[in-house]
């Protein structure tokens, strides 16, 4: 048994998580915090009060140099990382906003995963490398205006024609649409759920940007209107039929936001408690009250069990361990507890709490986005609820 002294108590650090992590691990943190200080930082509030990401591809292509697109793929230019490394970064573009790790996730655990894991070598070879590089940026289309919870009733469908293949329908709530080069597309066949690869200068496609949003400002959303798409053959993936394929896609990227939601959390704690320490109300710091104290605890306990809960997800990801439910787990928690550290700093700021000078307002609108995408409580809470009892109640 060891006689030395345990290291000082770290506020940043309360539970000396770092420890878990191998050099290699906080050097890609480091480079994604330092990245995301510099360019996203000074300028997110102006993106967000302007409710637009002027030079997302310039950002696109920074974030390709830095090995942060499709960054847990192997080969084709991608970065080839751990899937706890992956995290890591998704946590710290995240602590700066939601919109930017959505781009990340989008770009890498969407349309590249899927691309990667279901395209055909030629596909792969055309379209990886440049996304990886974040001279192209790809969307995914599965959510329909009258179809997000059950894709199983999507109306959007691909028809044979001679060779070809033609696609008619809509997508909606499409991150990157508007300014992707490739969009993976979700249709019905006669052979079932198919998904096809999709360049969006296809005569036919159209990505109208959404408007008017009061989260993810900071972020490009777009309705995608398929007109008669008219694509070759291969455009189709080979890899999979039903919607296994686009629910495996669906369930990477949910893996990154068990991570991001701690890093909005973490950067609203850390407003608040910076904040506390230097407000004074009657005399002395708001810090050195109990209540105060008590709710400063209480993020500080939501949020570093949450980052050890991605740690151990991320952990057993790159075992081949993890199942769809721990991630529904750590979603349903995550994003939960995220939202009300949030709201909690919110109360320790008070009026200034909602000033865009704090991030606090920003992380708190935007993490209500992200409570539901990628499946809303109610459908975590029943995946989660299918897997204790045996019992389907989707339906």
């Keep these: 048994m060891s006689s030395s002294a345990p290291p000082p108590f770290d506020p940043a650090d309360p539970l000396g998580l770092?420890?878990?992590?191998?050099?290699?691990?906080?050097?890609?943190?480091d480079t994604v915090r330092s990245w995301?200080?510099?360019?996203?930082?000074?300028?997110v509030a102006e993106w967000y009060e302007r409710g637009e990401l002027p030079g997302i591809r310039e950002l696109a292509r920074e974030l390709?140099?830095?090995?942060?697109?499709?960054?847990?793929?192997?080969?084709?230019?991608?970065?080839?990382?751990?899937?706890?490394?992956?995290?890591?970064?998704?946590?710290?573009?995240?602590?700066?906003?939601?919109?930017?790790?959505?781009?990340?996730?989008?770009?890498g655990s969407l349309a590249m995963y899927a691309i990667h894991r279901y395209g055909s070598e030629e596909q792969k070879r055309q379209w990886l490398p440049r996304m990886a590089s974040g001279e192209a940026i790809g969307c995914f289309g599965l959510t329909e205006p009258d179809h997000g919870s059950d894709p199983a009733g999507m109306r959007t469908h691909a028809k044979r024609d001679g060779g070809d293949w033609v696609l008619t329908g809509r997508k909606m709530w499409i991150t990157n649409g508007s300014v992707a080069s490739v969009a993976v597309v979700w249709a019905r066949t006669d052979e079932g759920v198919r998904g096809f690869v999709v360049p969006t200068d296809a005569p036919g496609f159209s990505a109208p940007e959404?408007?008017?949003?009061?989260?993810?400002?900071?972020?490009?959303?777009?309705?995608l209107v398929l007109d008669g798409v008219r694509l070759p053959a291969d455009a189709v993936l080979p890899g999979v039929t039903g919607l296994r394929g686009p629910l495996s896609c669906l369930n990477h990227a949910r893996y990154g936001i068990v991570w991001g939601a701690m890093g909005a959390a973490r950067s609203c704690f850390e407003t608040a408690l910076a904040y506390a320490r230097t407000r004074e109300q009657f005399g002395r710091p708001i810090g050195g009250f109990q209540l105060t104290q008590a709710k400063l605890a209480?993020?500080?306990?939501?949020?570093?069990?949450?980052?050890?809960?991605?740690?151990?997800?991320?952990r057993r990801m790159d075992a081949g361990r993890l199942r769809a439910e721990q991630v529904s787990f750590g979603k349903l928690n995550n994003v939960r507890e995220a939202i009300e550290i949030c709201r909690t700093a919110r109360t320790i700021l008070g009026a200034n709490g909602i000033s865009l000078e704090y991030p606090v307002m920003r992380h708190a609108t935007n993490l209500e986005s992200v409570l539901t995408y990628e499946g809303t409580v109610e459908m975590h809470q029943l995946v989660l609820g299918k897997a204790l009892t045996g019992i389907d109640a989707f339906r």
């Design 36 to 43: 995301a200080a510099d360019r996203v930082l000074p300028h």
């Design 18 to 29: 770092d420890d878990l992590l191998e050099p290699e691990d906080l050097a890609v943190r």
């Design 210 to 223: 959404i408007r008017h949003k009061w989260s993810l400002r900071a972020s490009v959303t777009s309705e």
């Design 298 to 314: 209480d993020m500080a306990l939501e949020l570093h069990k949450g980052v050890l809960l991605a740690h151990h997800l991320g």
């Design 64 to 107: 390709g140099s830095i090995g942060a697109l499709g960054m847990s793929l192997q080969g084709y230019g991608c970065a080839g990382a751990s899937a706890v490394q992956y995290g890591l970064a998704c946590l710290e573009l995240e602590a700066a906003d939601s919109g930017i790790r959505s781009l990340v996730s989008v770009q």
